[in-house]
C-alpha cells in the first residue's frame, strides 16, 4: 500500500530515533506528551500529541480505541471484556473504550 509507512523517526534526548513501524505496539498520550512502547525495547517519549501521529500511522495498521491510546493493530493478541475494554499485547494490557467493538462488529 503506497500509504502505509515503513519506518517512524522520533526525537529523543540525544538525538533521533529511527523506528520500524511495525516494531511499535502502541501509543499512550498524556498531554502534549506520547509515549511509544516500542517490540522489546525501551518506550519513546516525545513531545507531541497523540493527534500529531494518528493521520500518518491510521494508514499503516494504526488504530485510535481512546483519547489517550493508539494501537497496532498487528501486535492484537486478545480482546477482554466488553465495556472497558481491555487488549493484550505480549503481557502488557491497553485500556480502550466500547467504540473499538463496535468498530470491529460494523
Do not use: A, W
Not at 494518528?54 to 493493530?73: P, W
Amino acid at each position: 500500500n503506497s500509504g502505509t509507512i515503513q519506518n517512524i523517526t522520533l526525537p529523543g534526548n540525544d538525538g533521533y530515533y529511527v523506528v520500524p513501524i511495525e516494531d511499535v505496539l502502541f501509543l499512550e498520550g498524556d498531554n502534549n506528551y506520547s509515549t511509544f512502547h516500542i517490540n522489546r525495547k525501551p518506550k519513546i517519549v516525545v513531545s507531541q500529541t497523540l493527534k500529531n501521529y494518528e493521520e500518518l500511522l491510521l494508514t499503516s495498521g494504526f488504530f485510535r480505541i481512546h483519547k489517550s491510546s493508539i494501537i497496532n493493530l498487528i501486535h492484537l493478541k486478545k480482546i477482554i471484556g466488553c465495556m472497558n475494554l481491555i487488549l493484550d499485547f505480549h503481557l502488557r494490557r491497553v485500556y480502550g473504550s466500547v467504540d473499538f467493538i463496535f468498530c470491529i462488529i460494523y
